[in-house]
C-alpha cells in the first residue's frame, strides 16, 4: 500500500538512488544527465526542508520503499510568496498507479496550510505522460519557456504549468502578502 509522509533525512540515500533511478531512463526526464547531488547534500537538504516552513519534500512509500519524491518551495519574493515550485518524479515502475495524484494531493494540503494559492512547475515539453498527469488534475499550461535550461550544455525548452487552488467554501481569501 502506497503512503504519503515528509521525507526524513535518512531518507537521503533512497532519495539520490531514486534520481539516479529516473536520470538513467531514456525519456531524459531530469534536468540531468549527471549524478545527483551526494548523499550528505541530499540529507542536508532534507535537514533544512524540515526546518523551513516554506518548503516541504514528501516521499511516497510501499512497504517502506521509497517510490516517488515531490519536492515543494515557496517564492521568496513578497510579491509572489502566495506561489509555490514544485517538481516531482516517480520511479518507473509506479507510474500510472495513481502514486503521482497522491503526491499531487498532499502538495496542495500543504500549500493550503502554508497559505499558497498557486503552485507551479516546469516540465519538458517531450514529457508528454507526466503533461497528461499535471493536466488530468488540473494544471493548465501557462506558457512555454524556449532555452530555458541548459541540459548537457544544449538548451531545452520546458513547458510552465500552474495549479491554482480552488478557494474552500465558506473560508474567505487571504490578504496578499
Do not use: C
Not at 539520490?16 to 536520470?23: K, M
Not at 514528501?58 to 502566495?82: G, K, N, Q, Y
Not at 498527469?133 to 504549468?161: N, S, T
Amino acid at each position: 500500500m502506497i503512503e504519503i509522509r515528509p521525507a526524513d533525512p535518512s531518507d537521503a540515500a533512497a532519495l539520490v538512488s531514486l534520481a539516479a533511478e529516473v536520470g538513467r531512463e531514456a525519456g531524459g526526464w531530469l534536468l540531468t544527465t549527471e549524478a545527483w547531488r551526494p548523499v550528505s547534500e541530499e540529507r542536508r537538504y532534507l535537514k533544512a526542508a524540515r526546518r523551513h516552513p516554506d518548503a516541504a519534500v514528501l516521499v511516497a512509500t510501499d512497504d517502506e520503499r521509497i517510490v516517488a519524491r515531490l519536492s515543494l518551495a515557496r517564492d521568496s519574493h513578497p510579491a509572489s510568496a502566495h506561489v509555490a515550485d514544485l517538481g516531482l518524479m516517480v520511479a518507473a515502475s509506479y507510474r500510472r498507479r495513481g502514486v503521482g495524484t497522491a503526491l499531487l494531493e498532499a502538495a496542495v494540503g500543504w500549500a493550503r496550510h502554508v497559505d499558497v494559492r498557486k503552485l507551479e512547475l516546469h516540465v519538458f515539453v517531450w514529457n508528454e505522460p507526466a503533461i497528461r498527469l499535471y493536466e488530468g488534475f488540473g494544471f493548465e499550461r501557462e506558457g512555454l519557456r524556449r532555452g530555458h535550461y541548459l541540459r548537457d550544455g544544449q538548451p531545452v525548452d520546458a513547458l510552465l504549468m500552474a495549479y491554482h487552488l480552488p478557494r474552500e467554501p465558506g473560508v474567505p481569501p487571504s490578504p496578499m502578502p
